[in-house]
């Protein structure tokens, strides 16, 4: 008869990183302020070379701006440090509870402390991988003004939005 403690620590782990792995991409969050004042925040879906595709946060409606009528965009910073950072707490705390299910059933409380110690550094060395390539909003935020601008750096913001959209080849 197979034990049910490391089935469940083989789920779970499993369960875990292919949970994050087949995460759906998300475009990043934008605040997109026309020449008439109005505000739309939301995702950026994708950048065409004369508009912007942003999904509104209020009514999920897609809205094609014309980027000849925006004046601001406003995008958050974003910071690699703060998911590793995530990530390695996270796979810590995760692999000192799947060390103590794997561990030997009638090990002693010092025995237990290496299972302990090695789960949580593989599980925090884990988490701090798969997190640690993602970055994170800060809390900040980035202002690009649009007006006035000559056409070529509008064109190289337009190129970096590209980049932060959810659909970054879109043309």
């Known amino acids: 008869m197979i034990p049910m403690r490391r089935p469940a620590a083989a ?3 499993s369960l875990s990183v292919f949970g994050f792995l087949a995460g759906e991409s998300r475009g990043t969050d934008i605040e997109v302020v026309k020449e008439d004042g ?3 925040k939301g995702e950026l879906v994708a950048v065409r070379p004369t508009t912007l595709i942003v999904r509104q946060i209020s009514s999920g409606a897609f809205l094609f701006l ?3 009528e925006v004046t601001l965009v406003n995008l958050p910073k974003m910071s690699r440090g703060r998911a590793l950072l ?3 707490i996270q796979g810590l ?3 000192v509870v799947v060390g103590d299910i794997l561990s ?4 002693t409380t010092g025995q237990r402390w290496l299972w302990w110690i090695g789960g949580g550094l593989t599980g925090g060395g884990i988490g701090a991988f798969l997190l640690g390539r993602v970055e994170v909003p800060t809390g900040d935020y980035e202002t690009i003004p649009f007006r006035g601008r000559p056409k070529a750096e509008i064109d190289a913001v337009l190129a970096r939005l590209r980049g932060l959209a959810r659909i970054s080849d879109f043309r």
């Open 93 to 95: 705390f995760t692999g």
């Open 11 to 13: 789920l779970l782990l």
């Open 38 to 40: 109005s505000s739309i």
């Open 104 to 107: 030997p059933k009638g090990a």
């Open 86 to 88: 995530s990530g390695l």
């Open 66 to 68: 014309d980027v000849a």
